[in-house]
């Protein structure tokens, strides 16, 4: 057994718990966690299955804390987890699993799939086998700062644009700000006008906040990668920065891993509780919206659906802030079928959208299928939604099935259309 | 042995050692999963109305939106089949007898031509699950060996039942006695095969409901 292979396997045993152990004694093998998967019912492959996709998991649970398990190992009937096979299922692992969660919605005896997902990825990296795309992205995280390499310096740049497209102010630093921002770097490249859309609503509701030089990065590349250490690295930049400042909240932005990551996943990453409150933006606009202060001059006049992303409804829990806030500044909104905590994922979350071989590409092509088709039964040409990976990868979906569809930021077109 | 020593013996030693193995074995796997344990959620709890782990251990029991369409023969099949599984091993006459002598439990049951009926369709209905774990592509792609037998273990004593109550085949006698040992074979089974479920869904459905249910989502 390689070292590696083993670091893997025994990071497999320290993840396992009752949680686990209960979920794999329950399953009944009756594929109905297949039919909530875009990637099964897309593709119609069966080995995108998510319970097959934890066989390593389980067999490691087997032969390490069942009786027959362990006797099975001693005599060498059991098939031993090797790197071949490890390698053979990081397609299934993360090409083809966002962890959108909709499996854990369905399974009959209550199995959280996404939950041993997320521990069978631990065992992924240590040993090697995560995809290339989200190990660059890791490193880039870890040794500069984000996942796509944005430094400092560069954010600055965009700020004085911001500053002076927007004609607002964006603080920099400020001790005992009421909210500290966090941004992901997707925004502040490709989506800089939310940090003048945030800017234009902080300032009109009254509300103290800064951006930390030393953590303005959301994102967590150690959280998708399935990387604990990484992660806990990523998210100690937070949560030293914002100490630090003496902020009593921390924002988290349109970004879906990164609100599991800081929200979620922080606190037990660090292993205490934070000395803030973790407000994700559509809560803390909801909140402004039920005190009267989001006031909107207009509405949009095109109908619009609405994508809600898996990591900030389903799996994050803000389920009601999203629609209220669109009818806010809407005419017409036309829900998916499958909406809100049962909605079908873009195909590109959990890391997925930093995967660029050609095959993992056109796989997330396929399952988008099932968004689009979603798309077009609302019969609309606009969607809004509230994640920069969403949008991205929506976007490059929309581009490549050459879809009339326009897409729209949540916070930004209530920035756009908020009362002057 | 002839059909009445074995029918006495499955009745009388065999019977106690199936349940004691049973016993056993079930108290081993629930230490063996459960004392895993389970490390604290650190993150402060949002509350929401029906997110809970109880409110799952219910809700759960029922097909998510869309789902039955997706999936009949699993949603409609397992109905049936559990259902019928309980009227006939909880509530047919004879079966609460045997309760009653070993705990002194009773409760009242129902005519014996209906739980004909209620067997007929749960063997049918097995017979159909059986056939669509074969012919689905998932369902046959995740099927084991084990899928297999925990079925032979519930179908057997559900058919051998029957053809003794009916006496049909064998002289009811050896029927009975092949019924009671297929039995027999099933608690000593259940605890190390997937049919262990009938036990861990409610605290799988907990877990499940209980992680959501912190970030205030129903499931």
């Known amino acids: 057994m390689s070292a590696s ?7 497999l045993k320290e993840v396992i718990d009752a949680p686990v152990a209960s979920f794999f004694a329950s399953c009944v093998h009756c594929g109905l966690c297949a039919e909530a998967c875009l990637f099964y019912t897309e593709t119609g492959d069966p ?10 998991l389980k067999r490691v649970y ?3 804390y069942t ?26 692992v993360y090409d083809s699993c966002t962890m959108c969660g909709r499996c854990s919605m369905v399974c009959p005896v209550g199995n959280d799939l996404t939950y041993m997902i997320r521990k069978l990825r631990e065992g992924m990296a240590v040993s090697g086998h995560a995809p290339e795309g989200i190990v660059n992205a890791t490193k880039r995280t870890v040794e500069l700062g984000g996942p796509m390499g944005l430094k400092w310096p560069a954010v600055q740049n965009v700020i004085k644009h911001v500053e002076a497209d927007s004609g607002h102010k964006v603080p920099v630093d400020q001790a005992g700000a009421e909210y500290m921002v966090l941004l992901s770097s997707m925004e502040i490249v490709n989506y800089p006008e939310y940090i003048g859309a945030l800017a234009r609503i902080f300032n009109k509701a009254g509300i103290t906040w800064t951006l930390s030089s030393e953590a303005f990065e959301a994102t967590n590349a150690g959280i998708q990668i399935g990387n604990s250490d990484l992660a806990r690295e990523i998210v100690s930049r937070i949560v030293n920065a914002a100490e630090k400042l003496g902020v009593k909240k921390v924002l988290s932005p349109e970004c879906g891993h990164a609100y599991m990551a800081i929200r979620w996943e922080g606190p037990n990453l660090v292993g205490r509780p ?19 202060v989001l006031k909107m001059k207009d509405k949009l006049k095109t109908p619009v659906t609405l994508h809600d992303p898996c990591q900030i409804v389903r799996r994050g829990g803000v389920l009601n802030a999203p629609e209220a806030l669109l009818k806010e500044v809407v005419v017409e909104f036309r829900p998916m079928t499958d909406h809100g905590k049962m ?56 581009d490549h099935f050459e879809m009339n569809t326009q897409l729209l930021g949540l916070t930004e077109l209530l920035a756009e259309h908020l009362e002057d | 042995m002839n059909e009445m020593e074995l ?27 459960y004392t895993l344990g389970r490390k604290k959620d650190l993150a402060p709890a949002r509350n929401a109305p029906g997110a809970s782990g109880w409110h799952t251990v219910v809700r759960r029991s029922m097909p998510p939106h869309g789902m039955l369409k997706r999936s009949p023969i699993s949603y409609i099949g397992g109905y049936i089949f559990h259902i019928g599984l309980f009227i006939v091993v909880f509530l047919f006459a004879p079966h609460i007898k045997l309760v009653d002598s070993l705990l002194g439990l009773s409760w009242p049951g129902l005519p014996s031509q209906v739980i004909d009926a209620v067997t007929v369709v749960t063997l049918a209905t097995m017979l159909l699950v ?12 995740l099927s084991t060996v084990g899928d297999y037998a925990a079925w032979m273990l519930t179908f057997l004593p559900l058919l051998t039942g029957f053809l003794a109550v009916k006496h049909l085949l064998l002289p009811y006698t050896t029927m009975l006695a092949l019924h009671i040992l297929s039995v027999e074979l099933l608690l000593v089974a259940l605890p190390f095969t997937k049919l262990i479920h009938v036990f861990t869904l409610f605290a799988s459905r907990w877990y499940n409901g209980d992680i959501s249910g912190k970030r205030g989502v129903p499931v």
Not at chain 1, 5 to 11: D, H, T, V, Y
Not at chain 1, 47 to 56: A, G, R, S, V, W
Not at chain 1, 280 to 291: I, S
Request: contains cysteine; neutral net charge.
């Open chain 2, 7 to 33: 029918l006495t013996w499955a009745r009388g030693p065999g019977l106690n050692i199936a349940i004691g193995l049973f016993i056993l074995g079930m108290l081993w796997r629930l230490v063996e999963i």
């Open chain 1, 62 to 64: 087997q032969q390490e």
């Open chain 1, 5 to 11: 292979l083993q670091k893997g396997i025994n990071a």
């Open chain 1, 343 to 398: 909605n079908w994922c873009c195909g590109g979350g959990g890391g997925a959208s930093a995967i660029h071989e050609p095959a993992a590409e056109e796989l997330r092509f396929t399952a988008f299928k099932r968004k689009k088709a979603q798309i077009e039964e609302t019969g609309v040409n606009t969607m809004v939604t509230f994640c920069a990976n969403c949008r991205i990868t929506l976007e490059e979906s929309i």
């Open chain 1, 67 to 92: 009786l027959l398990g362990r006797l099975a190992k001693m005599t060498g009937l059991a098939k031993p987890v090797t790197d071949d096979e490890l390698e053979a299922w990081s397609e299934l």
């Open chain 2, 130 to 141: 059986l056939f669509d774990r074969i012919n689905n592509p998932v369902k046959r792609y």
């Open chain 1, 47 to 56: 080995k995108y299955t998510p319970i097959h996709k934890l066989e390593p």
């Open chain 1, 274 to 292: 934070f000395k803030f409150e973790v407000v994700h933006v559509l809560e803390l606009l909801d909140e402004l919206r039920a005190k009267g």
